[in-house]
């Protein structure tokens, strides 16, 4: 019974000291960029030895992957965007379905703006961390979003354009708002609204963009 215990608290140790390994590159990454910031430097932030790291993480490779996987895929920080726009699909809510994303999406880098930083840091150095992120979490958006635009399509709810170019002009919106938010205009001086009106205006003005006049849809509400 002892020896299980001491095992299971050395496990939890390891995976606690991989996680604060993780936060600790996410962040020197998000500052420095991945060609300014070496294993060594990780290592001193995380008051660990660089023999530790690799340890933990065989290559930085394995590093990068790591993040990406906690970040964006199963952390407990993940973003999920067909369980935040289940209940509006299921009841072809189009607004709730647009604003649920939105929202999240907002939030999400609200509370998560290194992550933010990082992938601006590996699309600008063309860092295989981006190519990554693209396949694993952007293609799959599009795909999800874009299948749903197509059917409400089918169903003469939105009008007939290629709805990769919708899911295009929504995230725009709402990215180009969060970048303001967390990079250029903290302080929110060109425009200090809440998370949620801004999904509330952004689906708006989607949705007057590409729902047809004889859709039995939700109707658009002006705000």
């Known amino acids: 019974m002892t020896t299980n215990d001491g095992v299971s608290g050395a496990r939890m140790a390891g995976e606690e000291r991989r996680l604060q390994i993780l936060r600790v590159a996410v962040s020197l990454f998000s500052n420095r960029g991945f060609r300014g910031t070496t294993t060594k430097e990780i290592a001193q932030a995380a008051g660990v030895s660089e023999a530790m790291v690799f340890r933990h993480f065989a290559t930085k490779e394995e590093l990068y ?10 952390g407990g920080e993940s973003f ?17 379905v647009f604003e649920a994303l939105a929202l999240g999406a907002l939030e ?28 694993q979490f952007v293609r799959r958006v599009y795909e999800f979003l874009g299948g749903y635009i197509r059917q409400r399509q089918h169903e003469g ?32 001086r060109l425009l200090d609204i809440s998370n949620e009106e801004a999904a509330r205006h952004f689906t708006t003005i ?4 590409i729902t047809t006049p004889s859709s039995n849809s939700k109707k658009v509400k002006p705000v």
């Open 65 to 74: 992957a790591a993040i990406l996987d906690h970040k964006a895929c199963r």
């Open 80 to 96: 999920e965007p067909e369980k935040m726009a289940a209940e509006g699909i299921n009841c072809k809510d189009d607004r709730a």
């Open 108 to 135: 999400h880098h609200e509370h998560d703006p290194e992550f933010q930083r990082l992938l601006l840091h590996s699309a600008l150095e063309k860092h295989e961390l981006a190519q990554m992120f693209f396949d």
């Open 157 to 188: 709810a939105f009008i007939d354009i290629d709805p990769a170019i919708v899911v295009r002009c929504f995230i725009g919106m709402v990215m180009h708002h969060s970048l303001n938010n967390n990079l250029w205009d903290p302080q929110r």
């Open 206 to 209: 989607l949705l007057k963009g």
